[in-house]
Nanobody, 124 residues
Framework: VQLVESGGELVQPGGSLRLYCTASTRTFSNYAMAWFRQEPGTEREFVAAIVGSGTVTYYADSVKGRFTISRDNAKNTVYLLMNSLKSEDTAIYYC??????????????????WGQGTQVTVSS
C-alpha cells in the first residue's frame, strides 16, 4: 500500500489547512487510518485516527476541538482539517495505515504503512 500526503504549506497562526492522504489499495475501508506529526529531533506524535468505517475517531488532547479527521472510502482518501492553527502545530505530518485493527491507535508501531510526509508551517 502506498500513501501519498498533500496539502501542507505555510499558514498564519489562527488559519486553517486541510491535509489529504490517498492510498493505493482496493481494500481501503479495511484500514484504520491516522495522522502523526514530527519535528526534527523529536519522536513521532499521534494526532488523530479513524476506523475503517469512519464511524469512530480519536484525537490527541493537543488538537481536540481544532482538528477533524475524516475519510472517503470511495476515493481512498483520508483528510485532516486543521483549524485555529498554532505555531506549535508546525511539523511534518504523516499519514499511516493499519490493517490489523490495533487498539493502540496512538502508537506508531501499530501502523503498517506510512506516507512520505507533508510539511505544515504555522508562522506569521
Amino acid at each position: 500500500v502506498q500513501l501519498v500526503e498533500s496539502g501542507g504549506e505555510l499558514v498564519q497562526p489562527g488559519g486553517s489547512l486541510r491535509l489529504y492522504c490517498t492510498a493505493s489499495t482496493r481494500t481501503f475501508s479495511n484500514y484504520a487510518m491516522a495522522w502523526f506529526r514530527q519535528e526534527p529531533g523529536t519522536e513521532r506524535e499521534f494526532v488523530a485516527a479513524i476506523v475503517g468505517s469512519g464511524t469512530v475517531t480519536y484525537y490527541a488532547d493537543s488538537v481536540k476541538g481544532r482538528f477533524t479527521i475524516s475519510r472517503d472510502n470511495a476515493k481512498n482518501t483520508v483528510y485532516l482539517l486543521m483549524n485555529s492553527l498554532k505555531s506549535e502545530d508546525t511539523a511534518i505530518y504523516y499519514c499511516a495505515a493499519d490493517l490489523g485493527g490495533s487498539r493502540a491507535y496512538y502508537r506508531p508501531l501499530s501502523y503498517d504503512y506510512w506516507g512520505q510526509g507533508t510539511q505544515v508551517t504555522v508562522s506569521s
